[in-house]
């Protein structure tokens, strides 16, 4: 057994506590990757001249930890995640037809102003999450809720739209 998979092991716990401390509760193996690194690299920087290797490589644990979550938390204010939501759905078929593009119109004119604006920033312009949030005083979540909310009031208008039309279509071959 390699020497670093004797100290590996023997720190194994004090990773389990960085991460604890840290708060981490998804993607557990990315974080306990970063902190074996962080482990690694403490192991072949040390010096004994300087004091003790646990407090050390529990520093160093912890910054590798820390790293990797800053790294994430980048990551996701400037990715966003994609959605099944009708707009993107809409702008990526080509082949839609021309009763939802009306029935999509219908709902989009019938939108506050303010809601269309924020639907044309994130989904047109491309907008992160963190840039609409200072630009309307809001938190990334506030964003993500408002969306949330647009995107429920043009799904129950499309469903409205295609029951009315259904009725009517059910109607127009009741009269034949």
């Not at 023997?10 to 193996?29: A, G, K, L």
């Not at 520093?59 to 938390?73: N, Y």
Request: charged share 30%; net charge positive.
């Amino acid at each position: 057994m390699d020497q670093y998979e004797i100290v590996l092991a023997q720190f194994e716990p004090m990773i389990t506590s960085v991460m604890n401390r840290c708060r981490i509760y998804r993607d557990h193996e990315l974080y306990r990757q970063a902190a074996r690194i962080g482990l690694w690299k403490a192991w072949t920087k040390y010096e004994g001249s300087r004091g003790d290797f646990a407090p050390y490589a529990y520093r160093c644990i912890q910054g590798a930890v820390l790293d990797e979550l800053k790294k994430e938390s980048r990551n996701e204010d400037r990715n966003i995640p994609a959605e099944s939501d009708t707009l993107e759905i809409l702008i990526k078929n080509t082949q839609v037809e021309k009763s939802d593009t009306h029935i999509l119109d219908t709902i989009l004119e019938s939108l506050p102003t303010k809601d269309l604006q924020l639907l044309i920033l994130l989904y047109i312009k491309g907008y992160s999450y963190a840039e609409l949030a200072v630009k309307e005083g809001l938190t990334i979540g506030g964003i993500k809720k408002r969306r949330d909310r647009i995107m429920k009031q043009i799904r129950e208008g499309k469903m409205k739209s295609r029951k009315k039309a259904n009725e009517r279509l059910v109607v127009h071959k009741s009269g034949n």
